[in-house]
């Protein structure tokens, strides 16, 4: 069975997010007072061919581990629909 995996990445909390602080700046000049703490990360879709949804999750999990993200200064959520 094929299921989607939903895999979302972030920078670590207390890490330097550049491009967070980008955005956050930009949001408060155009007027968008109270917005702290911006993160910018990724969102990743795949359709993931396994045996039931904690089969899904682990693959995931392994290509999050090997390829998708930076276990040095990023962590992920998956969530698997189907």
């Known amino acids: 069975m ?3 995996v939903h895999v979302r990445v972030i920078p670590r909390t207390g890490l330097l997010d550049p491009q967070g602080q980008a955005v956050e700046h930009a949001l408060g ?3 968008f007072a109270g917005v702290r703490e911006v993160r910018i990360g990724k969102a ?8 039931g949804p904690a089969q899904a999750r682990e693959a995931a999990r392994a290509m ?6 930076n ?12």
């Open 64 to 69: 999050c581990d090997r390829l998708l993200a």
């Open 29 to 31: 000049a155009l007027g």
């Open 44 to 51: 990743i879709e795949l359709g993931v061919e396994a045996a």
């Open 2 to 4: 094929t299921y989607r």
């Open 71 to 82: 276990p040095v200064t990023e962590d992920y959520e998956i969530e698997v629909e189907g």
